[in-house]
């Protein structure tokens, strides 16, 4: 079983958090702010960019 992690690092914050294998690349942090982020993201299979929101 293969997991995948993605860890967000700004300043004095660290978020961590298991993503899916089906995730490709974030392509922008929208917003990150009062413990949420929200990214775009590109899954594979569809190569459509999604949006989402990811609780801290």
């Known amino acids: 079983m293969i997991i995948s992690i993605t860890i ?3 300043r ?3 978020i961590r958090f298991v993503t899916s294998s089906k995730l ?3 392509t ?3 917003e ?3 413990g949420y982020l929200v990214v775009t ?3 594979q ?3 459509q960019k999604s ?3 990811i609780m801290n």
């Open 51 to 53: 949006k989402l929101f």
């Open 32 to 34: 990150w702010d009062h």
């Open 28 to 30: 922008s942090i929208k």
């Open 24 to 26: 490709e690349k974030y």
């Open 41 to 43: 993201i590109v899954v």
């Open 8 to 10: 967000f690092i700004f």
């Open 12 to 14: 004095n914050q660290v």
């Open 45 to 47: 299979l569809s190569r």
